[in-house]
């Protein structure tokens, strides 16, 4: 039988996804003598891009060593050749490789698209110089600060940045408008905004937002003044004949009190009290009513059609009515996108700069003409057989660039390989849809090319994590009340994706799940069941290296952290050495503050507040005590309350270059006898060491630096005997003996913590045919129903299937235990489910 050339795994957790890689490249680069210099291998992150290369290097050493004999014998089969000719080939590819190593293409995405687009300049119509602009976080604060400095008081930019300042407040958003101007430039360089950027307008943007608010203004005023008028129409008809609200079922919260909150502008579309009153007329009046029949003619005579009337104004109107207030709670966000689109293609021409999140959309322009082999001639390789890891993690343009040089390849009959897992497709922030690998590629390869494969034994976890992460969610979409959304979890999430348990690990594992605290004292209660885990992990004989604590954020990454430097200053039973790449902000940390002050208090001895820092910080953390007299002290006294070698040597340490400075300081104040400040005052001396060689060596300089870049995170070095810290999105692809989850209380719709907003962009041409462009709303769970409700229910959806990613993710890492920390609001959902 023929094979089919475009192989696809669907993987699951612990499946061997990375090892099925390894193996498939392999076999392809002994297909011929220099065959691996056609085969390219792509994944998304330099350290799996390493983590791949090593993997390979090693089977092909054991390969030709003799071992892996499992492998040996496949390949000798698939080839039709003997073993020792697979080992003789193995020999010489092991060799090449090593002398011809750039030609061995294990890399990122953007490596590979940036290597492209580097020999297609002229082809881009590039002026002159150009460089890669790697640091989107620098321009986007860049944008903001070109933006604001042009904004003239009293114009239309300046009421706009009122108002949405305004909003923001009202909502609990943050008050400083830089901060919010710079999150909407970063969406500006997101797929999702660059997928509808054409059919965002390019004209007068002022011009346009005066032309819809003065359109919903018109569909707000004529639909207010139709249900006013109406309202008041059937009240007086009533009141004519001397009737009030104690003659009308449930009086003002029946039909009556329902008109009469029309008449006056309270608009809320008819209930099922007021429908009642149209399929019975006796829902119009209280029982007792002593003219209930005077009542029921008039009913039958008028009310009942005029009510009609005013249903069928809902009915056909209230949706845009709706439609209109939701545009006009976000026409400034509108209007200020539109403005700052235009200051980032400003920025772009002024710099000579092409953004990294450019790459992959300017590299289509390249290819979409189906130019590949011009494409390779540039490049100086010409690539056969392409293999994608991670591939639920590849974003539109991006399937758009390798759609094409794949086509191309299995119009030549070569083989392209892809592997991944949709219930890992956890970076959809980032452009990443699980969609492609579900649908889009079985409508972009022809059927009979494709080769399904689905790898479902899960080599890592003990029978008894796998066995309830299968009864977990395989009966998740049970529990979603929602049918649309049910259906859409159901088809991730079944019983056909149950895994199988490795021979090794069967009757192995443990999973705990602790229900403790309610919203009021989880964090407390988070800390405790930390420390408590850990302990009986290393109870059990366990070391500290055999556990990771996963957590979703930074912030639960910094109180779990926190705590761990606390025991490990107070307990010296347990080891809680930990290292985390994302724990802690070095700015946070009081030495790091400390250190700042001083700097602070070199530069101006004036300084009275940094000088209160400097001595506050003394007495806490050096002299363990609480005295705060010292605010009210003169310069000349607090400097008394210092160390004596401080104070007479001041103006000599103020003149030492950065690092020596910091040296002399941490002797003087015997800084590192503070053992819950030792990370950071590691992280921070070996920063001040890094900025001396590389920028200087002056305070002043080093203080307006910090300023810009003092968020750097807490760099721990890495130890092999520590708890590993580290948040959901940089857990994927790792494994752990156990797992520890302090926080597991996150909600399946879209998650609004720490201020996040998610935004839906719809077309307005449904609203008025004149519009036709694309327009940002907040998403909200609870929104009004809108003409826009297919893009609320595709964004509720895919909200869902992020979180219950996020939550297979962390549940599939550890090996041998799973132990949870879940809020009680969650109980019975899990109970449910499991």
């Given amino acids: ?64 060593n003799g071992e ?78 070109n933006f604001l400095s042009t904004i003239k008081k009293g114009s239309d930019i300046s009421r706009w940045l009122t108002d949405f300042s305004k909003d923001k407040i009202i909502n ?79 009086k003002e919260k029946g039909i009556f009190g329902y ?19 149209i399929e019975d007329n006796s829902n119009w009046i209280n029982k007792t009513n002593q003219r209930k029949g005077e009542i029921l003619t008039l009913i039958e005579r008028s009310l009942k059609s005029e009510l009609l009337i005013l249903i069928k104004f809902f009915d056909d109107e209230f949706l845009k009515y709706n439609t209109a207030n939701e545009l006009k709670n976000n026409i400034y966000s509108f209007g200020i996108t539109g403005i700052l689109k235009n200051q980032v293609r400003a920025y772009r021409d002024e710099n000579e700069v092409i953004l990294i999140s450019d790459i992959s959309e300017l590299l289509y322009e390249v290819i979409k003409d ?82 399904i494969t689905h790898l479902n034994t899960n080599w890592r976890s003990g029978e008894k994590i796998i066995s309830f992460n299968n009864m977990v969610f395989s009966s998740l979409n049970r529990h979603i009340n929602e049918k649309i959304i049910s259906d859409h979890i159901g088809k991730i999430y079944n019983k056909s994706l149950v895994q199988k348990t490795n021979d090794k690990m069967l009757d192995k594992g443990y999973v705990e799940i602790v229900f403790d605290g309610n919203k009021e004292d989880k964090i407390n209660a988070a800390k405790k069941y930390t420390i408590e885990s850990i302990k009986k992990i290393q109870d059990n004989g366990y070391n500290a290296g055999d556990i990771g604590i996963i957590v979703r954020d930074n912030k639960d990454a910094k109180i779990i952290a926190e705590v761990l430097i606390e025991e490990s200053t107070n307990e010296s039973n347990y080891n809680y050495n930990h290292v985390s790449a994302d724990a802690l902000e070095m700015k ?113 300089s080093f203080l307006d630096w910090w300023e810009k870049n003092g968020n750097k995170k807490l ?20 494994e752990f003996n156990f797992v520890i989850m302090p926080f597991f209380n996150w909600t399946l719709d879209n998650d609004s913590r720490g201020g996040k907003e998610k935004l839906i962009w719809v077309n307005l041409n449904s609203f008025n045919k004149k519009f036709d462009f694309s327009y940002p709303l907040k998403y909200k769970s609870s929104h009004p129903k809108t003409l826009f409700e297919s893009s609320y229910i595709n964004e509720r959806k895919k ?26 609001m969650i109980r019975d959902d899990i109970k449910n489910v499991s």
């Avoid at 909200?799 to 009680?824: H, Q, W």
């Fill in 1 to 64: 039988m023929t094979r089919k050339p475009f192989i696809i795994y669907k993987s699951s957790a612990g499946s061997g996804k990375t090892y099925t890689l390894s193996k498939n490249y392999i076999r392809l680069a002994l297909k011929s003598k220099n065959n691996y210099k056609k085969i390219l291998a792509v994944t998304f992150t330099n350290k799996a891009a390493e983590e791949m290369k090593s993997r390979v290097l090693q089977m092909i050493h054991n390969i030709a």
């Fill in 68 to 145: 892996e004999k499992d492998l040996i014998i496949e390949f000798s089969k698939f080839y039709n050749v003997s073993p020792e000719e697979i080992i003789l080939r193995s020999n010489n590819l092991k060799s090449k490789i090593l002398h011809n190593y750039s030609y061995f293409s294990i890399t990122t995405i953007d490596t590979f698209f940036y290597s492209i687009i580097q020999s297609f300049t002229r082809d881009l119509k590039f002026r002159g110089k150009f460089n890669i602009e790697m640091d989107l976080d620098f321009v986007a604060n860049e944008v903001v600060n």
């Fill in 172 to 250: 609990g958003k943050d008050f400083l408008i830089n901060n919010e101007l710079v999150k909407m430039v970063k969406n500006l360089f997101s797929e999702e905004f660059k997928s509808l950027s054409n059919d965002f307008p390019s004209t007068d943007i002022s011009k346009l937002v005066d032309e819809l608010k003065k359109e919903i203004y018109l569909v707000k005023k004529n639909f207010e003044k139709k249900i006013k008028s109406q309202s008041l129409k059937i009240l007086e008809l009533l009141k004519k004949d001397g009737y009030d609200v104690n003659d009308f079922k449930f």
């Fill in 259 to 277: 008109l009469n909150n029309l008449s006056v502008g309270l608009i809320n579309p008819p209930g099922k009290r007021v429908l009642s009153c």
């Fill in 370 to 451: 189906d130019n590949i082999p011009f494409v390779f001639e540039k490049v100086g390789n010409t690539y056969k057989n392409f293999l994608i890891d991670e591939f639920q993690d590849t974003s539109h343009y991006q399937w758009k660039n390798f759609k094409s040089l794949i086509e191309e390849s299995l119009a030549s009959g070569d083989e392209n390989i892809i592997v991944g897992d949709i219930k890992q497709s956890i970076y959809r922030w980032r452009g990443s849809d699980s969609d492609i690998m579900e649908n889009v590629i079985s409508s972009d390869i022809e059927n009979d090319l494709q080769n």
């Fill in 588 to 700: 946070t940390a009081p030495i790091v503050g400390f250190f700042i002050s001083i700097f602070n208090y070199f530069s101006n001895f004036r300084d009275r507040l940094a000088l209160s820092e400097i001595v506050h910080f003394y007495y806490i953390h050096v002299l363990n005590s609480e005295n705060s007299d010292h605010y009210s002290l003169s310069n000349e006294e607090k400097l008394n309350l210092l160390p004596s070698q401080f104070k007479n040597n001041l103006f000599s340490i103020s003149r030492l270059p950065i690092y020596d400075m910091v040296e002399e300081l941490i002797r003087i104040f015997k800084l590192q006898k503070i053992k819950n400040q030792l990370p950071f005052l590691q992280s921070f001396t070996d920063l001040i060491l890094e900025y001396k060689q590389s920028k200087g060596k002056e305070i002043t």
């Fill in 715 to 734: 760099s721990l070095s890495s130890q092999s005997n520590a708890i590993q810290l580290i948040t959901i999105h940089k857990s994927k692809g790792l």
């Fill in 799 to 824: 909200a869902y299937e992020d979180n219950l990613n996020l939550m297979y993710v962390s549940f599939t890492r550890p090996k041998l235990g799973l132990l949870i920390n879940a809020e009680m």
